[in-house]
């Protein structure tokens, strides 16, 4: 069985569900409660994951935002961490 067999099988499956899914490299203390539960690297699962759909992944593109004093301010003043 391939992973496209196993993925399809799934997705029939949780379609009938509200079900979450863990991508981690680490146990969670949600992970009983979960539906999937896949001990890997994010970016490598996704990259799986487009694979079988016939996706591509577009290239990154740093928009430096971290550089524009208007862009970082307004981001302090929005998404308070403190």
Do not use: G
Not at 18 to 41: G, W
Not at 48 to 64: A, C, F, G, Q, S
């Amino acid at each position: 069985m391939s992973v496209s067999d196993l993925f399809v099988i799934f997705l029939e499956y949780a379609s009938n569900f509200f079900l979450s899914f863990h991508i981690d490299l680490q146990k969670t203390p949600y992970d009983d409660e979960c539906a999937l539960r896949i001990y890997a690297r994010c970016d490598d699962v996704m990259r799986m994951v487009m694979k079988e759909l016939n996706l591509t992944i577009p290239p990154y593109t740093d928009l430096e935002l971290w550089s524009d004093a208007e862009w970082l301010e307004n981001f302090e003043q929005t998404w308070p961490f403190r």
